[in-house]
């Protein structure tokens, strides 16, 4: 069984900087990949970040050059480094992994920045 654990969402000023951690129930080297995905109020849960063991990571043109996503594998975590964040960035933010092909999500955290 796939649990993923999202923290350290909050509220932040336009400008600032967060950090996401998604911690993942046993390696993360048996996923197929992992990303992060967030859903911004009244709008439809878009990509973020996506990462495949081996390969670049994927962004969203909204948030490239701003944000980048990392694994500790020691650890069995994913991160979100988000940096110049703005009031458009507010959103639920939610891991996902990739597991024999099925989706696996965490519960996500949210995300509140303020202008």
């Known amino acids: 069984q796939v649990q993923l654990v999202e923290s350290g969402g909050g509220l932040v000023q336009a400008g600032g900087s967060l950090r996401l951690s998604c911690a993942a129930s046993g390696s993360i080297f048996r996923f197929n990949g992992m990303g992060w995905y967030r859903r911004a109020p009244g709008k439809q849960r878009e990509s973020v970040a996506t990462?495949?063991?081996?390969?670049?990571?994927n962004y969203a043109d909204s948030v490239k050059g701003r944000f980048t996503i990392s694994s500790d594998n020691a650890k069995n975590t994913l991160y979100l480094q988000m940096n110049s964040l703005k009031p458009e960035d507010t959103a639920v933010y939610y891991c996902h992994a990739l597991h024999n092909w099925a989706d696996y999500w965490g519960k996500g955290t949210l995300v509140t920045v303020s202008s």
């Open positions: 990462i495949t063991w081996g390969a670049s990571a």
